[in-house]
């Protein structure tokens, strides 16, 4: 299965960098709308079937350009939500923010009694993207079933930039947790893997540039 991870476009909470992660969320700025409207071009060259996103609004009018595109729906799922910051949420100093990916690497190293006072639990951050992921790969062997012209159906999902890295940082058997942690993900930056939970994820390209 090929799958595309897409980061939402540009928030007002991104302007100030503030950890915004709860529901329903800011929308997009003038530049995420138009972030989001040339994913259509980006992404043209994708067999795309289905398109899935978080419940936060910043990410469905992520999608809705491509849905609009594609003459799809978007399969809208709570687990590709954002990682909860807890008693950190809405903070923009330097020091809360190292905090939150601190948490997040420590999840990708393994450690995962690692938590923020308020936050979500490792072990549910995982399951509940993981529950989604196989979801998506249900829906995908369902298309290519039906389109035997296209092999490898593709599923594009949009989400959050630290719940896209800590997940990539665990599961893709390419990567470790010493890239995840140092790689940024840009507003609508794509994450291209393929493979399937049974057999592991392997990212193919990041943001555009290979990962051998």
Do not use: K
């Amino acid at each position: 299965m090929r799958l595309l991870l897409i980061r939402h476009g540009q928030t007002p909470s991104n302007v100030i960098r503030a950890l915004d992660t709860g529901a329903p969320g800011p929308g997009l700025t003038e530049l995420g709308l138009q972030q989001a409207a040339a994913l259509v071009a980006a992404l043209a060259s994708e067999q795309i079937g289905a398109l899935f996103a978080s419940n936060l609004h910043r990410a469905q009018l992520t999608a809705a350009p491509l849905a609009d595109a594609l003459g799809l729906e978007v399969a809208v799922r709570e687990g590709l939500r954002e990682i909860a910051a807890g008693c950190l949420e809405m903070r923009s100093d330097a020091e809360s923010i190292v905090a939150y990916h601190g948490v997040l690497e420590a999840w990708m190293r393994g450690h995962h009694d690692a938590r923020l006072d308020g936050g979500e639990a490792c072990s549910d951050v995982y399951a509940r993207f993981n529950a989604v992921i196989e979801e998506a790969e249900a829906v995908a062997a369902e298309l290519a079933a039906l389109r035997a012209e296209t092999p490898r159906a593709v599923v594009a999902i949009v989400s959050h930039g630290a719940m896209i890295r800590a997940w990539c940082g665990r599961h893709a058997v390419n990567l470790g947790a010493d890239f995840a942690a140092a790689q940024n993900l840009a507003n609508t930056g794509i994450v291209v893997l393929t493979g399937s939970s049974a057999e592991g994820w392997t990212v193919e390209t990041w943001e555009g540039s290979a990962i051998v």
